[in-house]
């Protein structure tokens, strides 16, 4: 497979890795209606750090990745939405892009947007459920780049689609073609385990969400039939084959009237393995054609289908752009949404929730990313942003669950954005929350929030400086560090006596105090482990400490492995 060059490539490539783990600190003042959170998190801080962060919570748990990163037009800093390369990478030629504007003049600007939006990648993916998948915004100035890097990152062979979105109505003046549309580029952690259908209750007409017209996609009925009076109903015959070679799904099928043998064609597979495929054919669902002498098809039933809607490859709205407010009307009254949205339609509802004539530039619509939420997740699945801006991904989930009764969850990440000019600035808490506060209270969402800061790393030289994670922190974080996975049962870890959770055969403890003169004197000793052995006998005993005061023989015998805090704690089992 084709690679993409860039400068600072071999430098980043693996960044990730070596960015530290942080605390999240809870800002209770900034919390709104944490009673009603339900996980939903709002966090303050570098996205880069914010998101390898969250990996002890939630490494494969996220359905749905939904991004917006900066399009590197050139023009930014004349629009008012300059970036600034921030990743603190121990390298000379990196150090010198830090806290510069990279503007249409800059001749490695595209070098250092790919430099930037690698290592969040990386995080992204490793975030993402098995059968997840990300939605990235961008338009012409980095489709290329980023179509490449995420053919390296995620495959190319789990690239889903490349939607082009009809990002706004109005039309450009002073160029010779009005370019009035932005790509979505959509990717599955594994598309063997990924199915992109667009669920509707409703398929057969139109339905109100929560106040916006929308119009669901519909499959035409009139390509069902039944032939054969099967009694499951209509149906119609699709392809057997699908895209790519799997060597699992590649075999002859053989044609039970007329003996001849099939093999999926050129650059192709079955849909299926071979004893599904037997399954399928013992339950009359394989077809030969008309006359049952061609190669497999499949037999897809309307009642099978009927809730789903065809996923589009280009979603361009088909109703009027305009929309009209009043005070003494309700927002759900605005006229005519297009289905898909426009900027303007974001922005004007960004307005409306704010009273004021300009927020934030270009917000995304609330209607784009519920259409791409309800493509790719479901009802109780998680939902993140790590380019939150004007937190439209949140308010759309929040719309969402209203809808449906649905218990999704949403993690919004945001920057402050303060630089020289502007120290004080905080578009996380005065545009992010904001926005998001604002919209529970004026469409009286069921819902709230918590409020979390990135805090100090937790690495080597932090904890020997006496800066301490608390008890919870560290136990979760030591969890993924030893088993790779997120710790499920978080109400297990108990402070008192040093237990953190099981990991297979394996029992993990961590010796630890947020206090650093305690800390100093303790140790895994002979009482502490005896007490553990007897807690669990025939177990893996994994165990956390500052120091270990126990025989080597003794470890052996009793199955107990000490992982020093802090040199030797980054190590997985």
């Not at 599955?188 to 057969?204: M, S, Y």
Request: aromatic fraction near 12%; charge should be negative.
């Amino acid at each position: 497979m084709p690679t993409l060059q860039f400068k600072g490539k071999n430098i980043i490539w693996n960044h990730h890795l070596s960015v530290p783990y942080y605390t999240l600190d809870e800002i209770e003042d900034l919390n709104f209606q944490p009673e009603k959170a339900d996980g939903n998190l709002i966090i303050e801080g570098d996205n880069l750090v914010a998101l390898k962060t969250l990996l002890p919570q939630f490494a494969g748990r996220v359905k749905c990745v939904f991004i917006d990163p900066p399009y590197n037009t050139g023009n930014d800093v004349e629009e008012g939405k300059s970036w600034v390369y921030s990743d603190n990478v121990n390298n000379p030629m990196i150090k010198g892009w830090l806290g510069k504007e990279v503007s249409r003049d800059d001749l490695t600007r595209h070098d250092k947007w790919l430099c930037m939006i690698v290592p969040r990648l990386k995080l992204l993916r490793e975030l993402l459920h098995d059968d997840g998948a990300i939605f990235i915004t961008i338009d012409d100035n980095e489709y290329a780049s980023l179509k490449a890097i995420m053919d390296e990152i995620f495959n190319e062979d789990n690239l889903v689609a490349n939607i082009v979105w009809q990002a706004r109505k109005s039309v450009q003046n002073d160029t010779d073609i009005s370019v009035n549309h932005n790509y979505i580029l959509v990717y599955a952690k594994d598309r063997r385990q990924t199915e992109r259908r667009l669920k509707k209750k409703n398929a057969d007409k139109w339905h109100q969400m929560s106040g916006f017209v929308f119009k669901p996609l519909l499959l035409d009925k009139s390509k069902f039939s039944n032939p054969d009076k099967d009694t499951r109903g209509p149906w119609k015959a699709d392809p057997f084959d699908a895209p790519h070679i799997r060597e699992n799904l590649t075999y002859p099928i053989k044609n039970p009237n007329t003996g001849k043998k099939y093999w999926p064609p050129k650059g192709r597979c079955w849909r299926t393995e071979e004893q599904n495929f037997n399954k399928l054919l013992a339950d009359n669902r394989i077809l030969f054609g008309k006359k049952g002498t061609s190669g497999p098809q499949l037999k897809v039933f309307w009642d099978e289908k009927k809730e789903y809607g065809e996923i589009e490859t280009s979603w361009w709205g088909e109703g009027s752009a305009e929309i009209y407010f009043d005070e003494d009307i309700d927002y759900a009254t605005a006229q005519e949404w297009t289905n898909y949205g426009t900027t303007t339609q974001g922005s004007k509802l960004l307005q409306y929730l704010f009273d004021s004539e300009k927020v934030f530039n270009n917000p995304k619509p609330v209607e784009l990313i519920k259409h791409i939420i309800m493509q790719s997740a479901n009802k109780n699945d998680i939902i993140l942003d790590s380019f939150a801006g004007s937190g439209t991904t949140m308010h759309a989930v929040m719309d969402l669950n209203k809808e449906d009764g649905g218990k999704r969850q949403c993690i919004l990440v945001q920057m402050t954005e303060a630089n020289e000019k502007e120290p004080d600035k905080n578009i996380c808490k005065d545009i992010t929350r904001e926005r998001v506060k604002r919209a529970i209270k004026k469409f009286d969402y069921a819902s709230g929030f918590r409020y979390y800061r990135v805090g100090i790393p937790i690495d080597a030289e932090s904890l020997l400086s006496g800066g301490l994670p608390t008890y919870r922190q560290f136990a979760e974080y030591v969890y993924y560090l030893c088993t790779g996975e997120s710790l499920k049962n978080k109400s297990d870890i108990d402070e008192k006596t040093y237990y953190v959770g099981k990991h297979g055969s394996s029992v993990i403890y961590l010796v630890y105090k947020q206090n650093f003169e305690e800390l100093t004197h303790l140790a895994l000793n002979l009482q502490l482990a005896e007490e553990i052995i007897a807690k669990h006998p025939q177990r893996r005993l994994i165990v956390y400490a500052p120091a270990c005061f126990l025989e080597e023989d003794y470890m052996k015998e009793k199955a107990i492995e000490y992982v020093g805090i802090p040199y030797n704690m980054f190590r997985r089992d």
